[in-house]
């Protein structure tokens, strides 16, 4: 399985933008790019996934780098329900049945 | 926005019973998977499921666990034989496929005493 590389934690305000980086230098041509986060106990939830171009949806932006190697995942007003674990996995598409690997993550705390 | 469902949210059991977890997956979804989670470990991949058979199973996925899709809508998995260490979150997941994101249901707490 491609691996990613993502910081332990980070620490924001609320209301400020923030910026969560992923490392992914093995990615292959045919990886798509997943962030997932994780509230204190809740399931996995889907953030937002992209392969090459940048993407938004209503929860946040997928920057990806031009040679793919790493993204940001970009919560434009960070508010207290954003703190979780947060997860940057690569998942192919050739496969339709692929499984996600899920890493240690990155603990994402918000500061009143 | 449609929700994967888990049932029950809690569910103890003494070591050595069956167990059944149950998921309703996304009605449009053909692509399912268990994943468990230690209190304070990482998220685990234990099967996926796809056109009525395994797709791909995990060394955790030994033989005292099974799953099936018996109706067309229930996704279920069962420990025939529980043991301590399968307490744990279990979590239910679908997807319509490789270019979608995954839904997770809220998860069962299993805990074998």
């Known amino acids: 399985d491609a691996k990613t590389t993502q910081p332990n934690s980070m620490e924001s305000n609320e209301e400020e933008p923030v910026h969560l980086p992923c490392n992914h230098s093995?990615?292959?041509?045919?990886?798509?790019i997943h962030w997932y986060r994780q509230l204190p106990s809740q399931g996995p939830e889907y953030v937002i996934h992209g392969l090459t171009s940048n993407v938004n949806n209503r929860m946040a932006s997928l920057a990806i780098a031009e040679d793919r190697k790493s993204s940001t995942l970009i919560l434009h007003r960070a508010t207290l329900r954003d703190a979780a674990v947060y997860y940057c996995i690569l998942r192919n598409s050739q496969g339709g049945s692929e499984k996600l690997v899920f890493g240690k993550g990155m603990k994402l705390t918000v500061n009143p | 926005e449609p929700e994967v469902t888990q049932t029950p949210s809690h569910q103890v059991t003494q070591m050595g019973q069956e167990v059944i977890l149950r998921c309703v997956p996304i009605s449009n979804h053909l692509y399912f998977y268990w994943y468990r989670q230690i209190l304070g470990q990482k998220v685990e991949f234990l099967v996926s499921?796809?056109?009525?058979?395994?797709?791909?199973k995990s060394e955790i996925f030994d033989d005292q666990f099974s799953v099936e899709r018996p109706d067309g809508s229930n996704f279920t998995l069962k420990i025939r034989s529980t043991k301590l260490e399968d307490s744990a979150m279990y979590f239910c997941?679908?997807?319509?496929?490789?270019?979608?994101?995954?839904?997770f249901g809220s998860g069962t707490r299993l805990t074998v005493v």
């Open positions: 499921f796809y056109n009525n058979e395994i797709s791909e």
């Open positions: 093995t990615i292959s041509g045919t990886d798509y």
């Open positions: 997941a679908s997807t319509q496929g490789a270019d979608y994101g995954y839904t």
